[in-house]
Structure formats: structure tokens, C-alpha cells
């Protein structure tokens, strides 16, 4: 069985802080895909990142980045000098090859970042 | 820029009635998904399918059936609503290869029923 957790269910910043969304997996696959998805009030879910269990290599994508650590099964996500349109619900989620490769969520994290 | 897209995006109705969510994508993608996801947040699969002519329950029982008798359209019924199926529903497709690629999803029903 597959399950993400995402402690922290409400963050509230100010413009320009740094916050990170904090993400923990568990699953028995071996071969596994981990992904971000941010949830504007428009309502769609719009796809972030992807990563695969065998790539531990951090990423940055201008302001976001992305900390995966198999060893302690997390996949953090950090927004850095934080913005207003940074406001949204953000999902993390897991796919593995045996779990006939669906999408496991999250609970999600909602983003208040205040002016 | 992901081409899904659901009808209508909010819809009223009352109790008892027969509704069809519809969904539609032009990406040739095989898999697609319904998620129906609470107020509070969490996103929960309810159907999926791999292909034309195939679908399949997911891990939230639910009373809705889905179709697929094409590859770019999986439609959602409701043959009687009920207000506990007051929910938002998003539809998603992914590409069917060796690696898991990423699902794209519509923009949502928001669904209230009276």
C-alpha cells in the first residue's frame, strides 16, 4: 500500500519569507515517482515536478526547490522569497510501478502568503 | 499547457436528478482518472481507465459510473444525485509509456446538490 502524509495542513507567511512544504512517503515498490502539484482558487491542479526514485539529485526551479532523501522518505518542497500568487494548496503525490501506476495524494499543504 | 477540459465547470442540481459530468482531452493520452476531492481538501480517486473500453473502480467507493468508448472522452453519471454527492470532481489523463509521466488535469465540477 502507498501513502503520502503532509503534516503540515495550513501555512501562513509573510511576502518574502522562505517556506517549505514538507512531504513523507511510504511505499514497498522499489521503482517509484514522486510529484508536486500546486492548486490555485481556479481550481485546477497544475503539475510541478516529477522525480523518480533513483534520482536523488536536488532540483531548482527559479524560486521553488525540491529535497528528496529516500532515507528518510521525504520529498520537501521550499519556496523561496515567497510571493502573493504563491497562495495555493499544494499537493504531493506518489506513483509506483506495482500500484498499477496511480497517483497517491497527499492531504495537501494551503499556502497563505500575506502581503 | 495541458489540453483537458471538463463541462460544466459548476453545476446546481436537485435531488434525484440524472447529471453526466464530461470530460475531454486531445492529448491521445490512454489512462484517465476522476478524482473527487472534499472540502477539506484531499483528493481521492473514484474511477479510472487504461483505455478505450476499459474502467475500474479506485479506492473511493463511489455510486458514480464512468464510460469509455473513446480514447478522448471519459464521462462521469450520477443516474440519481444526492446532497452527499456535493463534492468538486477533476478529471485527469497521463500517458501511457515505460516511465510514469505526469497526469494533467481539467480545471474541475464543482457539483451541489439540493
Known amino acids: 500500500a502507498q501513502k503520502v502524509t503532509q503534516a503540515q495542513t495550513e501555512i501562513s507567511v509573510v511576502e518574502k519569507e522562505d517556506v517549505t512544504l514538507d512531504c513523507v512517503y511510504e511505499t514497498r515498490d522499489t521503482t517509484y515517482y514522486l510529484f508536486w502539484y500546486k492548486q490555485p482558487p481556479s481550481g485546477e491542479l497544475v503539475f510541478l515536478i516529477r522525480?523518480?526514485?533513483?534520482?536523488?539529485q536536488n532540483e531548482i526551479s527559479g524560486r521553488y526547490s525540491w529535497n528528496f532523501q529516500k532515507s528518510t522518505s521525504s520529498f520537501n518542497f521550499t519556496i523561496t522569497a515567497s510571493q502573493v500568487v504563491d497562495s495555493a494548496v499544494y499537493f504531493c503525490a506518489l506513483s509506483g510501478d506495482n500500484a498499477g501506476n496511480m497517483l497517491t495524494f497527499g492531504g495537501g499543504t494551503r499556502l497563505m502568503v500575506k502581503p | 499547457e495541458a489540453d483537458i477540459y471538463q463541462t460544466p465547470r459548476y453545476l446546481v442540481i436537485g435531488t434525484g436528478k440524472k447529471i453526466t459530468l464530461e470530460c475531454s482531452q486531445t492529448?491521445?493520452?490512454?489512462?484517465m482518472y476522476w478524482y473527487q476531492q472534499d472540502p477539506g481538501m484531499e483528493l481521492h480517486l473514484i474511477h479510472y481507465s487504461y483505455g478505450v473500453n476499459s474502467t475500474e473502480k479506485g479506492d473511493l467507493s463511489s455510486e458514480s459510473t464512468v464510460s469509455r468508448i473513446r480514447t478522448e472522452h471519459f464521462p462521469l453519471t450520477l443516474e440519481s444525485a444526492r446532497p452527499s454527492h456535493t463534492s468538486q470532481y477533476l478529471c485527469a489523463s497521463s500517458d501511457h509509456g515505460t516511465e510514469n509521466t505526469e497526469a494533467f488535469f481539467g480545471q474541475g465540477t464543482r457539483l451541489t446538490v439540493v
Open positions: 522525480r523518480n526514485s533513483f534520482d536523488e
Open positions: 492529448m491521445g493520452h490512454d489512462k
